[in-house]
C-alpha cells in the first residue's frame, strides 16, 4: 500500500507496481500452500501435482519485481521511507519465493504419499490431521501476511511475528508424534519421513512469514523488530 504522494506520477506508479508485485506473489504462494494441504487431506494426487508448476510463476514475478525495484533505486534515488519500502520489497520477495518453493514440496511429497497408499494407516492417519492442523495455523498466518502486505502497521508486524512460536510448538509437536508412528510399525519409516519433512517445510514457511513481519516493520519504523522485542 503506497500512502505518500510524489510531484512525479510516474514514480507513485513504479512503487505501486512493485507493491502489486509483492503482493501477487504472496496471493498465488499462499493458494499453492492451501492446494497442497487440501490434495493431502482428501488424498487427491492430481490436485497436488497441479501445485507444482505454479510455482515458475512465482519465480518469475520475483525476478521482474527485483528488475523493477533496481530501476527505481537507479532512476528515482530514493530515500527515507521509500527506500526502505523499496528494499524491503526486495527482501519480501525473497522470502515469498521460498514460500512457494516449501509450498511445491509439499505437494511433492504429498503425491508421493498417496501413489505409496501411505495415507491408509490408523496412525498415519493420525499424523496426516496432525500436519493439517499444523498447516492450518500456518495458513491463518498466512492471511495475516496478506493483510500486513496490503496496509502495512507496527502493530500487524508485530503480531505475525508472534506467532512464528505457536508453529514451532506445532512442528516439535508432530516429531515427537510421527517418531511414535515410526517405532510402532518399521513399514512406516517411509510415510513418516515425508510427514518429517512436510513439518519442517512448513516450520519454514512460518520463519518467512516472520521474516517478511521483520521487514514490514522496518519498513514502518524504521528499527529493527528484534530490538524493539529484545
Not at 124 to 138: P, R, Y
Amino acid at each position: 500500500m503506497i500512502t505518500t504522494r510524489h510531484t512525479v506520477k510516474a514514480y507513485d506508479a513504479d512503487l505501486k507496481a512493485l507493491s502489486d508485485i509483492t503482493l501477487d506473489m504472496l496471493k498465488r504462494a499462499c493458494a499453492m500452500l492451501a492446494i497442497s494441504i487440501d490434495a493431502l487431506n482428501t488424498k487427491n494426487a492430481e490436485k497436488a501435482k497441479s501445485v507444482i508448476p505454479k510455482d515458475d510463476a512465482v519465480d518469475k514475478l520475483e525476478s521482474s519485481g527485483d528488475s523493477l525495484a533496481i530501476r527505481i533505486i537507479a532512476t528515482r534515488q530514493p530515500m527515507g521511507d521509500d527506500l526502505r519500502m523499496v528494499i524491503s520489497a526486495i527482501k519480501v520477495n525473497n522470502d515469498i519465493e521460498r514460500i512457494a518453493d516449501y509450498a511445491s514440496n509439499i505437494a511433492k511429497r504429498t503425491g508421493k504419499l498417496i501413489h505409496n497408499n501411505a495415507t491408509d494407516d490408523p496412525c498415519i492417519d493420525q499424523c496426516t490431521k496432525n500436519i493439517i492442523a499444523m498447516a492450518k495455523d500456518v495458513e491463518d498466518v498466512g492471511t495475516k501476511v496478506t493483510q500486513l502486505i496490503s496496509n502495512p502497521s507496527k502493530e500487524k508486524a508485530t503480531d505475525v511475528h508472534k506467532n512464528d512460536a505457536n508453529i514451532n510448538a506445532h512442528y516439535a509437536n508432530n516429531v515427537t508424534e510421527i517418531s511414535k508412528c515410526m517405532q510402532k510399525n518399521a513399514q512406516h519409516v517411509q510415510a513418516c519421513t515425508h510427514f518429517i519433512f512436510i513439518a519442517k517445510e512448513l516450520e519454514r514457511i512460518g520463519d518467512h512469514f516472520k521474516n517478511i513481519a521483520e521487514s514490514i516493520y522496518y519498513r514502518v519504523e524504521g528499527v529493527e523488530l528484534s530490538k524493539k522485542i529484545s
